[in-house]
């Protein structure tokens, strides 16, 4: 299982947790061997940082397997504030299908209608299970050194953001509860 964070991607062959999503949004993937991917950007994350995320997924994890599901989970209300194109989550879910070489749909839900922090779970299986939780205030979180987890960012300065591998600043923390998360229901979800 990985966690991912703020401004962090990632892929596991058995689960995912998009952790504390508030004004932010998570992106998650199965792909047709199994694997699954992810991502957790904020609504201030640009676009640049989207797209240079997006495409280390799918050009270092998807291996050879094309996307099967797609879910998009996050806040509609922060996200149409933005100040880019991507404020528009039609043009936002048109652009991760063709970063992610996906021609189904997406199940797009917005984490309002459950509370102001959400946990997004994403468990592999045929088909794959998506659950959502509010984020528990104090669970302990314990360090959990990966590979499979990447920080991407624009450093100060620099024009062009880049992917980095965790460190002591950024490290990939996995919470210790992994219970109470209960699966999104058809209405919860618009397809686009």
Known sequence: ?????????????????????????????RLGNGQ???????????????????????????????VSHMWLVLNL??????????????????ELKILFRFA???????KNIIG?????RMDAGNPPVVAYR???????????PTNFVKYVKTARGAKVPTVRDLDRAYTHQVPQTWAGFTPFAAHHYIRL
């Open 36 to 66: 699954l991917l992810g991502a957790h950007y904020t609504s201030i994350t640009t676009t640049d940082e989207i797209v240079t995320g997006c495409s280390y997924l799918v050009n270092h994890w998807l291996g050879g397997s094309a």
């Open 77 to 94: 209300a922060a996200w149409q504030s933005r100040g880019d194109k991507y404020a528009n989550t039609h043009t936002l879910v048109s």
């Open 116 to 120: 102001p922090s959400v946990d997004v």
């Open 1 to 29: 299982m990985i966690s991912l964070d703020e401004d962090y991607i990632g892929t596991d062959a058995n689960a995912i947790i998009v952790r504390g999503l508030k004004v932010c949004g998570g992106v998650v993937c």
């Open 134 to 144: 509010l984020t528990l205030p104090h669970d302990p979180l314990v360090n959990t």
């Open 104 to 110: 189904g749909n997406v199940m797009v839900a917005d």
